[in-house]
């Protein structure tokens, strides 16, 4: 790990914590830079709307994020119970993120919901890139025109959605991030919420090899697909681009010499 974009969610914090917004904030900054200069991972953040509250709330949540700005905080998002909240519910807020400058990203697709919650998230909230997004496989079209606009979606190999829904014989086979890239799609294997998907990066990306069958060729494209998809800038950004690709071709070296062995 050496750099990661997390959400957290304020409202939830707030009001279940009683916790103001600035006051979270400053905590966790400070465990940002500890983790930074101990372990030498960048971390940022992503304010998450909770989309089980009101689109009032969400719209306040972003004010507290415009009023509070820092470095540390580069966009927002969106996650929870997505079946009966659709991304529509949350268009003001949205809109006042970008005209403030923030990034922007939604968990949609996530619970077997349309792909139409995908487009909406595309098309109506503007996002940056997608987070799950798997029944996008089912609008062949619609997932085309993602392609080529290059958005990337952040996947989890162990959502719980497929996990409960799938045949364990066929999970694997059946999952939509198995097709996805065969689609055209940019995908990078993230964990979402550790805990409640049971999996660690390295977990992650361990299974899109051993259960969805993708190669070293794969994984460095989904690497790729990770440095464009983050909300760096784009100094940064070529130069992470030639150190990963350096430090992953180096491994691949060894790991595929004769002399290597597993």
Do not use: K
Not at 50 to 71: G, K, Q, T
Not at 185 to 214: C, E, I, K, S, Y
Request: glycine content about 8%; hydrophobic content about 40%.
């Amino acid at each position: 790990m050496r750099y990661a974009e997390f959400f957290w969610n304020p409202t939830g914090t707030a009001r279940e914590g009683r916790l103001p917004y600035a006051q979270a904030l400053q905590g966790i900054r400070r465990a940002i830079a500890d983790a930074q200069h101990d372990h030498g991972i960048v971390g940022r953040l992503v304010a998450a709307i909770d989309r089980e509250a009101s689109p009032r709330d969400a719209s306040e949540m972003v004010r507290w994020v415009i009023e509070a700005r820092c470095d540390e905080v580069l966009g927002i998002g969106i996650d929870y119970r997505e079946n009966d909240r659709p991304p529509e519910l949350f268009v003001d807020a949205y809109r006042a993120a970008r005209r403030a400058g923030l990034r922007t990203t939604a968990h949609a697709g996530e619970f077997g919901t349309p792909w139409t919650h995908v487009q909406t998230a595309v098309d109506l909230l503007q996002v940056d890139r997608i987070d799950h997004g798997y029944t996008v496989v089912d609008a062949p079209d619609f997932a085309a025109r993602c392609a080529e606009r290059g958005i990337v979606f952040t996947v989890v190999p162990t959502n719980s959605y497929y996990l409960r829904t799938l045949p364990p014989e066929r999970w694997a086979l059946d999952h939509p991030i198995r097709r996805m890239p065969g689609l055209g799609l940019r995908v990078h294997p993230n964990t979402d919420d550790p805990t409640l998907h049971h999996v660690t990066p390295t977990q992650a990306w361990g299974m899109m090899v051993r259960d969805f069958g993708f190669g070293l060729d794969d994984l460095r494209a989904f690497m790729l697909n990770g440095l464009d998809g983050a909300w760096i800038d784009d100094g940064t950004r070529r130069a992470w681009r030639a150190g990963f690709l350096q430090d992953f071709d180096a491994l691949r070296r060894e790991l595929e010499s004769p002399s290597s062995s597993v």
